[in-house]
C-alpha cells in the first residue's frame, strides 16, 4: 500500500491563481478605492437598498451616486421573458422573445467548451439588448438520481466535466459585461422538499464531486455572483451555512462577488450576515422592506447586531461586480447587445446538432437516403411539442421553436409524403410543486381514445417506408419545482414502439428528455434510436439533418443509463429522497458512472457513450515521461483516425485510475477530452494535459487533496466502458 505523502491543496483542476480577479492590480487598488469612496457616502438606508430586491428582479440603485437599478433575470438557456415587477405574471411585452438554446444535459452532451463559450456570448449579446445585468445560470449541480426533475437544466453526473463546460460558459457570458450567477450552491440535487431537506455527506464527497464545479467557475471561470441553494447542508441552510460561505466560498476560493439568495432562501438576518450572503432575492413576500436584509437589517445594525463594517463589506461586493461589467460606467460597457441575429440562430443550430446521439444504429438504417423513401410515418406528441415555455425558471419566450415534424415538411415535404399520427395522449398535467400531475401520465389503464391513437399509428407505420417514432418526455415531468416519480417512459410510449417496430420494422425512435429513462425495453426491440434532448429553437432542423446525414452524430450521453431505478447508487441504498427531511448520500463519492463501473453493473448505456455515422481508431498512446512529480503535468498523446468514409467528430475520453491506494478509489474517473473533428482517413495526433495534481483525493485525516506515490493508469476510450488504450504512470 502506496504511503501518504504527496500533497495537493489546490483541488482537482487547474491552479488558478490568476482567476480571482479579471482586472490588473493597479486597476484592482483603483477599484477598491472607489467602492471605499462610495460606500463612505452613501446613508445606511442606501446601503441597505443594495441587499435586497425592490421587485421580483431588480436591486435598488443609489441614484444620486449614478449607482443605477441592477436588473436580474433567469436563466441559463436563454433570457427569459418580461415579468410583472411585484408579481410572477408576464410583462406582456412584445419585444422580449429571446434565443432558446439547448438545455443543460444538452449542452454537456456536446462535450465542447468552444460551442460553450460561443452560447455564453450570445446569451450575453441578448441579455444586454434586455439591458439586463446578471444572468441566472449556469447550473452546475450534479446529476445524482435520474428522478432529479431538474436534471435537464444542469449538465452532467461527472464534476469535471461540469467544471470545464461551466468555465467556458461564463467567460463568454462576461465578456459581454453580464454576470453570470453560478447555482445552486451546493449539495442541490432533488426537488423533493427543495426548501427543507437537510444534506449529510462526507467531506470527501464534498470536495470530490459536489464542489469542484463551483471552485472552477470561481477560480478559473471568474463567476462574479453564486447562488445560494434552498437546502440546508450539516443542518444549516445554505445561504447562512458559515462553512460554505464563509469557510470555502469566501477565504479558501477567494470570492469576492456577490453571493445572491435563490428566490425566497433566505431565513435570517444576522446569521445570513455574518455568513457571507450579499444580496436577498424573493418570492412570497411582497412588502420588501419586510424582508430579512431591508428593515430588519436596519433595525439590527442601529441594535449594534450587526456592525455597520459587515453592511460595508456586503455593499462593496455588489459595486465590485457592477464596476466589473462596467455598470456603473455605460461607456465602456460592451455595445447594445443584439437579439436573435443569423449568427445567434446558426449558434443555437450548431449547439442542437452536436448535442445529439445516436445510440443505436442496427443494419445501418440510418442516416435515412430521403430520396429512396416514398413515404414516412412520423408518429408520437414531441414530433409536434415546443418544448421552450416549460420548466418554470427555464421557460423562455422563444422567437421561434422548429419541431421535428415541422423541420420534415420543410426539409422533405415536397419529396417525401410525410403522414403523422399522434399515437399518444398527453395524459399529465403540470402542477406546481408537486408531482401527482404525473400519476395520470403512467398508461396504467387505457383509454379508449388512447387505444384508437396506438391503432391508428400502427396502421400509418405499417403502410408507410420508415417509421419515425418521436417520443420522451416533456415539462410536465423534466421541470424545476418537484421530481419525477419514476424512470419509466410515460403514456405507454413503450408498447407504442414495440408494436410500430413490429408492424414496420424500418423504424427510428428519436427520445426527446433532459434526464434518463428506462430505455431498457426500448433498446431491446428498436433498430435505431437517437437521443434529441430537449434541443432548443433549432432542435428540429438539427434533428432532420442528423437523420438525413447531412450532420453526422457527435454528442456522447452526459449521463449514465441504467438498467433500472434500483441499480442507481442514491436509489440502491434507499437514500432518494431522504426521510424526515434529511438525506444521506450514503453512495459517498460513486456517483454515477464510478458507481456503475466500481461495482461491475451492467448499464444501457453508459457515461460517455454515443455512435457515429463513421467509425474511429485509436492508436499509438503514450506520455512524455514515465515518472512524474507532484508539480508536473502529464501529456498524453495518442493518434485518432477516422477509418469510416464520412466527415466526422469523435470525443476522445481519457480517464485515470489509481489501482492502489489507501482509500477507496473507483474504477476510473475522468480527467480529460477532447473533441476532435476528422474528415475520411484523416489521422490527426492528439495531447491531453493531466496535471498530477488531479489524481488527487480528498484526505479527511489531512484536510485536504492528497496524491499518493505510486502507479496510476490512463486510460482512453469511447467512452467510460469502451476503453481503447491504457498506460502506466509513476508518481514520485
Known amino acids: 500500500m502506496k504511503k501518504i505523502i504527496g500533497v495537493i491543496a489546490c483541488g482537482l483542476f487547474l491552479n488558478a491563481a490568476a482567476a480571482s480577479s479579471q482586472v490588473t492590480d493597479k486597476e484592482k487598488v483603483q477599484m477598491e478605492k472607489r467602492i471605499e469612496k462610495l460606500i463612505k457616502k452613501m446613508t445606511l438606508e442606501e446601503k441597505v437598498g443594495l441587499l435586497h430586491g425592490n421587485s421580483k428582479f431588480y436591486v435598488a440603485g443609489v441614484e444620486r451616486l449614478g449607482i443605477p437599478e441592477w436588473s436580474l433575470s433567469d436563466g441559463p438557456h436563454g433570457v427569459r421573458a418580461e415579468i410583472n415587477r411585484h408579481d410572477w405574471a408576464y410583462a406582456g411585452w412584445t419585444n422580449d422573445s429571446a434565443s432558446y438554446f439547448p438545455t443543460g444535459t444538452a449542452f454537456a452532451a456536446a462535450w465542447n467548451p468552444e460551442l460553450a463559450y460561443r452560447r455564453g456570448e450570445v446569451l450575453g449579446e441578448e441579455a444586454r439588448w434586455r439591458k439586463k445585468d446578471v444572468l441566472l445560470g449556469p447550473g452546475v449541480n450534479i446529476i445524482r438520481s435520474p428522478l432529479c426533475g431538474r436534471n435537464f437544466e444542469y449538465m452532467s453526473e461527472d464534476p469535471y466535466m461540469n467544471s470545464v463546460l461551466a468555465v467556458a460558459y461564463i467567460k463568454g457570458l462576461q465578456s459581454r459585461d453580464v454576470a453570470c450567477s453560478v447555482k445552486h450552491f451546493a449539495v442541490n440535487n432533488q426537488e423533493t422538499n427543495r426548501t ?102 436596519i433595525e439590527a445594525v442601529k441594535s449594534g447586531k450587526v456592525p455597520m463594517s459587515l453592511v460595508d463589506e456586503k455593499v462593496g461586493d455588489v459595486l465590485r461586480v457592477m464596476i466589473k461589467t462596467n455598470v456603473l460606467d455605460p461607456k465602456k460597457r460592451f455595445g447594445p447587445g443584439s437579439m436573435n441575429t443569423k449568427e445567434h440562430q446558426q449558434a443555437t443550430y450548431d449547439a442542437a446538432a452536436e448535442a445529439i446521439v445516436l445510440l443505436k444504429n442496427q443494419n445501418n438504417l440510418l442516416p435515412l437516403d430521403f430520396s429512396s423513401i416514398k413515404s414516412l410515418a412520423v408518429i408520437g406528441d414531441n414530433a409536434t411539442r415546443k418544448h421552450s415555455n416549460g420548466g418554470l425558471s427555464s421557460e423562455i419566450k422563444a422567437v421561434y421553436e422548429v419541431t421535428p415534424l415541422g423541420a420534415l415538411r420543410a426539409k422533405w415535404g415536397d419529396k ?159 437514500n432518494f429522497p431522504g426521510r424526515d427531511l434529511k438525506v444521506n448520500y450514503e453512495e459517498d463519492i460513486l456517483v454515477g458512472y464510478r458507481w456503475f463501473d466500481t461495482k461491475g453493473l451492467p448499464v444501457v448505456y453508459p457515461f460517455g457513450y454515443g455512435l457515429s455515422y463513421t467509425t474511429f481508431d485509436y492508436s499509438n498512446l503514450n506520455t512524455d515521461k514515465e515518472t512524474y512529480d507532484q508539480a508536473d503535468t502529464i501529456q498524453a498523446t495518442f493518434t485518432l483516425t477516422n477509418t469510416g468514409d464520412r466527415e466526422g467528430a469523435e470525443v476522445a475520453q481519457l480517464y485515470v485510475s489509481d489501482p492502489v491506494c489507501s482509500v477507496m478509489r473507483p474504477v476510473k474517473e475522468l480527467k480529460g477530452f477532447k473533441k476532435v473533428f476528422l474528415k475520411p482517413g484523416e489521422s490527426r495526433r492528439i495531447t491531453l494535459d493531466i496535471p498530477v495534481s488531479s489524481l488527487a483525493f480528498y484526505s479527511e485525516a489531512q484536510s485536504q487533496f492528497v496524491v499518493e506515490p505510486g502507479e496510476f493508469i490512463l486510460q482512453l476510450g469511447a467512452s467510460a466502458s469502451d476503453i481503447k488504450q491504457k498506460i502506466s504512470v509513476e508518481v514520485k
Not at 203 to 211: G, H, P, Q, V
Not at 275 to 289: F, P
Not at 498 to 517: C, D, F, H, W
Open 196 to 297: 427543507t431537506v437537510d444534506v449529510e455527506c462526507s467531506e470527501r464527497a464534498l470536495r470530490e464531486i459536489y464542489l469542484p464545479a463551483f471552485k472552477a467557475a470561481v477560480q478559473e471561470g471568474g463567476a462574479l455572483t453564486v447562488m445560494a441553494a434552498y437546502n440546508k447542508f450539516r443542518g444549516e441552510f445554505c445561504a447562512e451555512n458559515n462553512y460554505l460561505v464563509r469557510k470555502i466560498l469566501r477565504n479558501e476560493w477567494g470570492f469576492d462577488g456577490v453571493y445572491v439568495t435563490d428566490w425566497g432562501a433566505a431565513h435570517s438576518t444576522v446569521p445570513s450576515m455574518e455568513a457571507g450572503l450579499d444580496l436577498e432575492m424573493g418570492t412570497l413576500i411582497d412588502k420588501y422592506e419586510d424582508w430579512y436584509y431591508a428593515n430588519p437589517l
Open 416 to 574: 417525401v409524403d410525410i403522414r403523422f399520427a399522434q399515437g399518444y395522449e398527453k395524459l399529465s398535467t403540470f402542477v406546481e410543486g408537486s408531482n401527482n400531475g404525473q400519476s395520470s401520465g403512467t398508461f396504467s389503464s387505457k383509454t379508449q381514445e388512447s387505444d384508437a391513437l396506438l391503432k391508428e399509428a400502427v396502421e400509418v407505420a405499417r403502410t408507410s417506408d420508415v417509421a419515425l417514432l418521436v417520443c420522451g418526455l416533456n415539462h410536465d415531468y423534466d421541470t424545476e419545482s418537484f421530481d419525477r416519480l419514476n424512470m419509466d417512459i410515460p403514456y405507454g410510449q413503450v408498447e407504442l414502439i414495440q408494436e410500430v417496430v413490429k408492424a414496420n420494422p424500418r423504424t427510428i425512435v428519436v427520445m426527446i428528455a433532459g434526464s434518463p429513462l428506462n430505455m431498457a425495453a426500448v433498446d431491446i426491440c428498436s433498430p435505431a434510436i437517437v437521443w434529441a434532448w430537449f434541443n432548443g429553437m433549432e432542435g428540429g432542423n438539427a434533428l432532420v439533418d442528423v437523420l438525413s446525414g447531412k450532420v453526422n452524430p457527435s454528442g456522447k450521453m452526459p449521463f449514465t443509463t441504467p438498467v433500472s431505478l434500483d441499480q442507481s447508487p442514491a436509489h440502491a441504498l434507499g
